[in-house]
Structures are given as C-alpha cells and as structure tokens.
C-alpha cells in the first residue's frame, strides 16, 4: 500500500486527505474521522481489476439521486455543495456524491455498511477491496 499527501481536505471534519493506494487504486481518506473520497470510476476500476461484471452496486448509484438535498459538506474536488443519496436496500447505505460527478463520499460506518452489504460480483469485488483496505479500522469498529 502507497501512502502520500494530498491538499484537498474531508468533506466532513475539514482535515486534509492524504491517499491511500491498493492494486492501482487511490483512495482519499481522511485520518481524522476515517472518511474515504473515490473518485468517479474508482468503484468500476476497482470491480474490473477483480475481473467482475457491473452489477447492482452500479446500477443502483445510476439510479440515487432523485430528490436528493444538497448539505453543508463540499466536494473536495470542485467544492459544490454534496448531495445525500441512499444506495441499496435493507438498509440503504446513505453517501455523498458530487453534483457535478466527481466522485463520491463515505463516512466510516457507510464503508463498513458497504463491505457487509455486498457479497457476489462487482459488489463482492468491491467489498473485498475494501475489507483488505481498510481491515484494520472495521476491526476497531467492532470492538
């Protein structure tokens, strides 16, 4: 895993991001609150590199954002105001997305949420880049 600075600051507690990279993917992820900012594309280059197929995940992010309400956090790319979307069924994950398609936002626990969420295809590819990744903080979570 790659570690290195980067300027934009969280979305959410306003501390700078720094990268995180895993099997050619870079991760923004705040330290402080333990945020994660994936670009636009990260998710499907994450599947693809796994070798999966688009699945639900995908479709469901295509399909959020109807009605959704812009709040007080900003896009670390662009800083327009960043919209709640909820992703998923029982229980939906709630996440942030740019307006403008930057990317998208994730508060801890959402993480966690996604990992258990989504077991098979793109989504289990998903998910176990994300367990690797971030194992160490989902442990601490669960104690």
Do not use: N
């Not at 705040?30 to 688009?54: F, H, K, N, V």
Request: glycine share 12%.
């Amino acid at each position: 895993m790659f570690f290195s600075r980067k300027r934009s600051c969280c979305p959410a507690c306003e501390k700078p991001l720094i990268v995180l990279e895993l099997e050619g993917v870079e991760i923004d992820y705040c330290a402080q609150c333990r945020g994660a900012w994936l670009d636009a594309g990260e998710l499907e280059m994450i599947g693809e590199s796994a070798g999966a197929q688009p699945g639900g995940l995908t479709d469901a992010l295509a399909k959020a954002g109807k009605g959704a309400v812009a709040g007080g956090r900003r896009c670390p790319r662009c800083l327009k105001k960043l919209r709640a979307i909820r992703v998923g069924d029982g229980p939906p994950v709630e996440i942030d997305r740019c307006p403008r398609g930057h990317g998208l936002w994730f508060d801890a626990g959402e993480m966690r949420t996604l990992v258990a969420a989504f077991e098979e295809g793109e989504e289990g590819a998903v998910a176990r880049f994300f367990s690797e990744m971030y194992a160490s903080e989902i442990q601490k979570e669960s104690r």
